[in-house]
């Protein structure tokens, strides 16, 4: 790279009149798309758009139909909040403008540079070999531009997260193209790979999972309750309180909608492609090898359909937070068993849920788990470590021997009395978290030991993080 | 682990049992002694009990430097067995508040890409820590891997 920049130095002088070089940076480096500015300051143009129309009904009812106006709007006129508004709009769209000014990015070798920051400079270089994840982000004001958000997801600290905002959307296909490519090994210039359908949702059966949710049933046993309540009471007043969180309930129920609608999973030789949402959409690009865990729920409301949800830890994604963890961490939202565990075949490679059984948790376990003992399973296939649990709704985690950050065997006080113990392998944060409950304290030992010597012999097997080069 | 950290841990514990025993003299002599007692056997107990507990659990720490991980028992009442492969260290840290230091003691603390790694090795000698902390760096960047 030096050698390159050197080049580009000595021939400045002879560079034509007219034409400018930034010295400090490369001539690679390139900025983002010049409508940042605008999409940047998009939502102080809402509030102040929102609120103008408040202030302007007000005033209209205050001259037309000679209402009072009670409201902060007071004293001030139109065109006092017009010039407020026009300020705050100019100062978003000069940081806007500054922000686009100074943010560059650009592939130099191994490494993607970020340089951004207007007071505060910021380069970042993000190393493309430990990439985990490259999604492509579009809000709803980014579709109607025309732009894209591309983020990459990169191992190592919480917010490694590195998002350059906003890039024209053939751009930013291209992009993540050579950023998957350069990951890989491969050639930069190495074409987009193509891909092949796995699944698609259907929005019928995503609208049936969202309503058979949990927080449904609240929604519909609350609903009952007060109808009851006022038929026999017959005041109403009681309810207003709760209306807040009923709110909340149903915002959650339609957002799990939202997010997940047109959710479809392809495959391709650059890893797993996953595209949703209605209004902003995701896609997502995960290389192969980056699955840290995944876990298939069986929710007992969808048990009469035979429906179930697989979940993904991937890191990067990791977020403590179900919102963000519904916008990332799933790779199947709803679907039929077979489809969902035929996909976490695909997914994970060598994976054979239909082999060998896990073994159950030892009979005396039925102190700590009075209902649901029966179904702790949890035991060590050829490559992956897979748990069972749960009575109502089920759950099977699953996990590559490669993959634990560290073991853990943990004992707590009632534990000890039944001689049980629980088995811990520790993810990268994400939904899914992968434990064998309550085994027989010494099988448990036994089990830790097992697993040590089979993270070791998988991870001194694993693939290089450049999946598409021979091992070395 | 190094017996000092029983003396420092039996000290944040009577520093905060000397205060509800103070609060116990002051509710005796201003309010009612009964109240009173009662605090001040909390605390006398309280510090007994607590004696006994941090003498066991300071005993129950161990660690082992492994050929290819670091293996950290401890805990009384919630036993822990904490394995972490030297390949997965991502970095490490030493600590130590000012008591701790006074008694030339530091704490390791290792971390891992999963938050859920709870391996931490409260108190060592500080030039054993320090030198603990440089051996795992340095095992963890020769064994390195990706995620």
Known sequence: ??????????????????????????????????????????????????????????????EVFGFDDGGGGGGLSIPVWAVLFGGALIAALAYGYLYWRFTKYGIQGEVLRIDTGVLFRQSRQVALDRLQAVDIVRPLVARLAGVAELRLEVAGGGSSEAPLAYLS???????????????????????????RPLVRVPTGQLLLASLLSGSTITLLVFGVAVAITITVTG???????????????????????????????AESPDGLRIRKGLLDTRSQTVPPGRVQAARVTHP????????????????????????????????????????????????LPGLDLAGSAPEPAPRRARGLRPVGWRRLRAGAQATFFVAEEGWLGRH?????????????????????????????????????????????????????DAEIELERAARVAAAPDRWALPAE | MSPALRTVRLITLGATLAVVAIIGLAVGFLVSWRVGVVLLAVAVLGFAWGAVLIGRQVASWGF???????????????????????????????????????FGLAGVQLHTASAATDAAIPGLPA????????????????RSVGL
Do not use: C
Not at chain 1, 330 to 335: K, R
Not at chain 2, 81 to 91: E, G, S
């Open chain 2, 127 to 142: 030039a054993e820590a320090a030198g603990l902390r440089d051996q795992l760096a340095r095992l963890g960047e020769t």
């Open chain 1, 169 to 195: 959307l053939p751009h930013a296909h291209q992009l993540r193209a050579e950023l998957l490519a350069r990951a890989a090994g491969l050639d930069a210039a190495t074409p987009e790979a193509p891909e």
């Open chain 2, 64 to 102: 082992d430097i492994g050929s290819d991980a670091l293996t950290i028992r401890h805990g009384v009442t919630f036993r822990e067995l904490v394995v972490v492969p030297y390949a997965r260290i991502q970095y490490v840290d030493v600590q130590a508040g000012p008591l701790i230091r006074k």
């Open chain 1, 300 to 347: 007992f409301l969808w048990r009469p359909a035979g429906l179930v949800r697989v979940d993904l830890n991937v890191a990067g994604y990791a977020s403590a937070n179900d919102n963000e963890n519904e916008k990332t961490s799933v790779l199947l939202p709803v679907g039929p068993a077979d489809v969902a565990y035929d996909l976490l075949h695909r997914v």
């Open chain 1, 396 to 448: 099977v985690v699953v996990m590559p021997h490669a993959k634990p950050q560290s073991m853990r065997l943990t004992q707590g006080p009632a534990q000890r009395r039944l001689q049980l113990a629980t088995v811990h392998l520790d993810s990268t944060s994400g939904p899914v978290a992968v434990a064998a409950v309550h085994r027989d304290q010494y099988a448990a030992r036994v089990m830790l």
């Open chain 1, 1 to 62: 790279m030096s050698e390159h920049v050197g080049r580009e130095a000595g021939e400045i002088a002879a560079l034509p009149a007219g034409v400018t070089v930034d010295l400090q940076g490369d001539t690679s480096m390139r900025r983002l798309h010049p409508l940042t500015p605008v999409l940047r300051s998009w939502v102080v143009l809402a509030a102040g758009i929102g609120f103008l129309s408040t202030q302007l009904t007000n005033i209209v009812q205050g």
């Open chain 1, 235 to 265: 005041q109403a007043e009681f309810v207003v309180p709760f209306i807040p969180a009923l709110f909340g309930t149903a915002i959650a129920t339609v957002r799990r909608f939202v997010v997940n609608y047109a959710f479809t999973v």
